[in-house]
């Protein structure tokens, strides 16, 4: 198994949302940038993620998903419509893929970006490295238990 990070604007998808889902399972489309893509290609069914809110006020980690489906053709890239359209992508060789997810745990307190980089053992995290700006990354397993360990110390 694996462990993840993957970002979204709560204004455009949020944890909530996720829980809104039918069977609080959706597909994470509009990844746009190739290293991040390749991560999405990376998963596999049952790995874990952090959803993380990004560009909110405090950006942080919501809660967990699960994945449910290895990547496949992201649609978006094919749709004229969407703000994820790409002209480039050929639909018999697409540039861009998407996976399913499912929602595990909604956190009761998020867990700020402040309130991780207080976290001396969490410091080489690309997360909060200045200039990272991937939606989607792999996430240490020591990392992923400290961050579980943080956000179970919150419920009680």
């Given amino acids: 198994m694996a462990y993840w990070l993957m970002k979204s604007e709560p204004e455009a998808f949020s944890i909530h949302d996720l829980a809104k889902a039918s069977q609080q399972t959706t597909h994470w489309d509009g990844v746009r940038n190739y290293q991040a893509r390749n991560y999405l290609k990376a998963m596999q069914v049952g790995d874990l993620a952090f959803f993380y809110h990004s560009n909110a006020k405090p950006p942080g980690i919501a809660g967990i998903m ?3 489906r290895t990547a496949y053709p992201d649609d978006t890239q094919f749709d004229p419509h969407d703000d994820h359209f790409d002209t480039k992508s050929d639909p018999n060789n697409p540039r861009w893929v998407m996976v399913d997810v499912r929602l595990v745990d909604i ?3 998020l867990l700020s970006l402040d309130m991780l980089k207080q976290r001396p053992q969490l410091a ?13 990354m792999p996430i240490p397993t020591k990392a992923w238990d400290d961050i579980c360990q943080l956000a179970k110390s919150l419920k009680s």
């Avoid at 080489?124 to 989607?136: A, E, H, I, K």
């Fill in 107 to 109: 956190y009761p307190t």
């Fill in 124 to 136: 080489s995290l690309p997360l909060l490295q200045r200039g990272t700006r991937l939606s989607v």
């Fill in 66 to 68: 699960e994945v449910t």
